[in-house]
């Protein structure tokens, strides 16, 4: 049913639920896993430079860093599982980069993590999570996880 599956990470707390649904689904489906961490472009642009600090030291290369790190430590996960991995960190906006994956690697599933935060905080800013699943061509699953804040 699913020959290819795709887990955007961001690396932040409570992935890991994401990370165990995408990792027992690819295995279920002898899937090939797709770990996905977009590097957000509005942030690196933001970042307005210090001239004390050496561009490589920067927003975009620290966030290069921690997608990196990412990609790898699912990877590894799944390696324990036996899954196959293909790892990417690219540059962009999120959701979009994610939508434009899905439809370049002809994903069947995406298996995204959303945490659950208080409603206000929802409200002010918009979620990747719920603009990949309204936007998607493929099926979506939601892993919730409740953050305190």
Do not use: C, W
Request: overall charge negative.
């Amino acid at each position: 049913m699913y020959d290819r599956i795709l887990l955007p990470t961001d690396g932040s707390e409570g992935v890991d639920r994401a990370v165990d649904h995408a990792i027992d689904a690819a295995d279920r489906y002898d899937a090939t896993l797709h770990v996905l961490f977009v590097v957000d472009s509005d942030i690196v642009n933001a970042y307005p430079g210090d001239e004390y600090v050496h561009e490589a030291e920067g927003a975009e290369a620290t966030l290069e860093d921690l997608g990196e790190e990412a990609v790898e430590s699912v990877a590894e996960r799944a390696a324990e599982a036996g899954v196959e991995t293909v790892t990417a960190v690219i540059h962009g906006t999120p959701h979009e980069e994610i939508l434009r994956y899905v439809n370049e690697q002809d994903i069947d599933l995406t298996v995204i993590g959303s945490k659950n935060r208080p409603g206000d905080y929802r409200r002010m800013l918009g979620s990747v999570t719920e603009r990949v699943s309204r936007m998607s061509t493929a099926p979506v699953s939601i892993v919730k996880t409740t953050v305190s804040e």
